[in-house]
Nanobody
Framework: QVQLVESGGGLVQAGGSLSLSCTTSGIIFRTKDMAWYRQPPGNNRQLVATITSGGGTIYADSVKGRFTISRDNAKNTVYLQMSSLKPEDTGVYYC?????????WGQGAQVTVSS
């Protein structure tokens, strides 16, 4: 069955950096456009960054220039490198395909940025 396992969240001060990983199983990873989503407190889940099966990347305007999405098809893993973090980046970060058709969602990785 599908498994999406996010890791690497934590607490960081504004301006700091964090790296997230999402290891997948039960999917043909290399053929899928993968993405990171985040859910800020009290808000809906929102798309942050996408990496296509061919390696192209697309970012939400709010994270452009600060976040980098990458993938390792040999490890069935997608990564999110976050730098120059802001308090508004706080939330639970999830990976999924884009569009997000894999179920269930993973448990997510909590990212908290203090001011």
């Amino acid at each position: 069955q599908v498994q999406l396992v996010e890791s690497g969240g934590g607490l960081v001060q504004a301006g700091g950096s964090l790296s997230l990983s999402c290891t997948t199983s039960g999917i043909i990873f290399r053929t899928k456009d993968m993405a990171w989503y985040r859910q800020p407190p009290g808000n809906n889940r929102q798309l942050v960054a996408t990496i296509t099966s061919g390696g192209g990347t697309i970012y939400a305007d709010s994270v452009k220039g600060r976040f980098t999405i990458s993938r390792d098809n040999a490890k069935n893993t997608v990564y999110l490198q976050m730098s120059s973090l802001k308090p508004e980046d706080t939330g639970v970060y999830y990976c999924n395909a884009n569009p997000p058709f894999f179920r269930p969602w993973g448990q997510g990785a909590q990212v908290t940025v203090s001011s």
